[in-house]
């Protein structure tokens, strides 16, 4: 194994690190949203939930286990039907979005149930009896209130993507997962490897620094 | 304003029928402040919480300024509860939003625009006395300042009806009276009917116009706040009515007190009930008439109504002017018991 880094194409590796900053974010954006959306359903309609509803809680927390259980690089294998048909292609770093965002929106999906039920009933009571509608309540009460939780949970879910990145990359998806299997891994460039690692543990670190600032920065109490 | 007519809660807990409030029935009128006491268990909670609808009733009625809250639904329950506030025992403030946008929020819930709303909260937070905190959040506030945010928040939209479920009870002596006299001013300032739960007779002693005693989800004593104290009924009550009364032991004791006192002069009972005597009653008789009056033991205690309790004095010197000083303090309307002449 050489460490002078001859192997190492400068700009293939910025193409890599870019694709993966690309993937990881816009899959992150999804995930909120779907992850969020999830939450709130399971929360909802849980026992003594606004929407208390047994049947929907029951397939909504189906499917998240469901999809929670496969593992990612079977679920991306899986999916390719379903991503030909959404984005036209498999291969790149577009075709890797639907498997991100559905491996990663089940798992965020339930810590946002987690953070929703760390918040004290009495102040869900309290926004009732001023009369709120459940859609002030969502907004004003239960997100307000659970934000730094569902901020260190995306930072949970964040860093969990950049791995299925990884792996997503080692089938094609690009980014530096792909660079360090196929310029480096296969082609016994080490060196390669060596750098893509170091760099997606750098951007680990950077995810894990700005959650932890905005959710410290957001919890007043 | 406010009338429960047979109102019945019952909770299904592991399959066994619990029956919180049972079949209840209850006036409450318009200005007044209202005291539900009862210890834990007894319902009370859940009464106060069936008001608004934040508990179903399994039965019966509610009507609240002409409204039946019990046949309302969706957005007209919602606007019907815009019109009912509500503090609790631990505040329920939003961590997350200052003390003005703590205040504001039932403002928004209104739908009341932004330049009413800041004015609006303006004004409440001077009536709370919470100026200067305007941009603290609930963590850095003391017990009875979160308690204050709660009642300016629950005043926001103007209420004809306020109801306290245990406000008071987490907080110390001192602040807890504090609180109650905020709720007496604007009881009186915004003529606003308040419901106040609480398990602590001095809450009731000290600020309410009415009292009901709840025991096992029914009522079993209500009426005038002097009425109950000078004479209560159920057992229940007097052990509330003991909480800030002497207690029997004390008054067993009196002729054991007796033997000890020189026999001169009459020894007098004087019963304050809810009369606006003079507090300085006993030393205007001193200065009015020659007589030495000595207190020899005395339980007083202050209510929204007058005055409330007894005192037990002697007095000494001349008969007649003994007999004078009496009717002087008959005409204050306080009842005298001559329960020992020595004259």
Aim: charged share 20%; with cysteine; hydrophobic share 45%.
């Amino acid at each position: 194994m050489t460490l002078e880094f001859a192997n190492l194409d400068w700009d293939k590796l910025m193409t890599a690190t870019y694709e993966t900053f690309y993937m990881t974010l816009i899959a992150l954006t999804g995930t909120f949203i779907l992850g969020v959306l999830l939450g709130l359903l399971l929360y909802l309609t849980d026992k003594d939930g606004l929407w208390e509803n047994k049947v929907i809680n029951f397939i909504t927390a189906t499917i998240v286990n469901v999809f929670r259980a496969i593992p990612f690089i079977i679920l991306i294998l899986l999916l390719f039907p379903f991503t030909y048909f959404l984005i036209g292609t498999i291969r790149g770093p577009n075709a890797a979005l639907p498997a991100l965002i559905i491996g990663a929106a089940p798992f965020y999906g339930r810590l946002v149930e987690i953070a929703l039920k760390e918040i004290d009933k009495g102040v869900i009571e309290a926004a009732q009896s001023m009369g709120a509608s459940t859609r002030s309540i969502i907004f004003k009460v239960l997100l307000p209130e659970s934000m730094p939780a569902l901020i260190s949970g995306i930072t949970v879910t964040a860093i969990a993507l950049i791995g299925y990145t990884a792996m997503a990359g080692a089938i094609g998806a690009g980014g530096l997962g792909s660079y360090a299997y196929y310029a480096g891994f296969q082609r016994r460039a080490f060196d390669i490897v060596f750098v893509c690692s170091v760099i997606i543990v750098l951007i680990v670190f950077i995810f894990q620094f700005i959650g932890d600032f905005i959710s410290k920065k957001l919890d007043k109490r | 304003m406010i009338s429960i007519q047979n109102v019945k809660k019952v909770f299904t807990l592991d399959k066994n029928l619990i029956t919180a409030v049972d079949s209840l029935s209850l006036e409450i009128k318009e200005g007044e402040i209202f005291g539900v006491i009862g210890y834990s268990g007894a319902g009370k909670s859940t009464l106060v919480r069936l008001l608004n609808r934040l508990e179903e009733p399994t039965d019966g009625s509610i009507i609240i300024d002409g409204k039946e809250m019990t046949k309302l639904k969706g957005k007209n329950l919602r606007q019907a509860r815009q019109e009912i506030g509500m503090i609790f025992q631990h505040f329920n403030l939003l961590w997350s939003r200052t003390t003005e946008e703590n205040i504001a929020f039932p403002l928004e819930i209104a739908g009341v625009p932004k330049t009413e709303r800041n004015k609006k909260v303006q004004e409440l937070i001077d009536l709370v006395g919470l100026t200067g905190r305007e941009k603290a959040y609930p963590s850095q506030l003391s017990g009875g300042q979160k308690q204050r945010v709660g009642i300016a928040r629950a005043l926001a939209n103007d209420p004809k009806v306020l109801l306290c479920d245990e406000a008071t009870s987490a907080l110390d002596p001192e602040t807890t009276n504090s609180i109650l006299d905020l709720l007496v001013d604007i009881n009186k300032k915004l003529g606003l009917t308040i419901i106040l739960i609480t398990h602590e007779m001095h809450v009731i002693r000290k600020i309410c116009d009415r009292v009901a005693v709840m025991e096992k989800g029914n009522i079993v004593e209500t009426g005038n706040v002097i009425d109950v104290f000078s004479n209560p009924e159920q057992p229940v009550t007097k052990k509330f009515v003991e909480q800030v009364m002497s207690n029997p032991d004390v008054e067993e004791s009196v002729d054991n007190i007796l033997e000890h006192v020189e026999k001169r002069g009459k020894v007098l009972r004087l019963h304050f009930i809810g009369t606006f005597a003079n507090e300085a009653l006993i030393s205007e008789v001193s200065k009015k008439f020659p007589v030495d009056t000595s207190i020899i033991q005395g339980k007083i205690t202050q209510t929204q109504n007058g005055i409330l309790g007894t005192l037990i004095v002697q007095m000494v010197g001349n008969t007649t002017e003994i007999e004078k000083a009496i009717n002087f303090i008959k005409e204050a309307s306080v009842e005298v018991e001559v329960i020992r002449d020595d004259t």
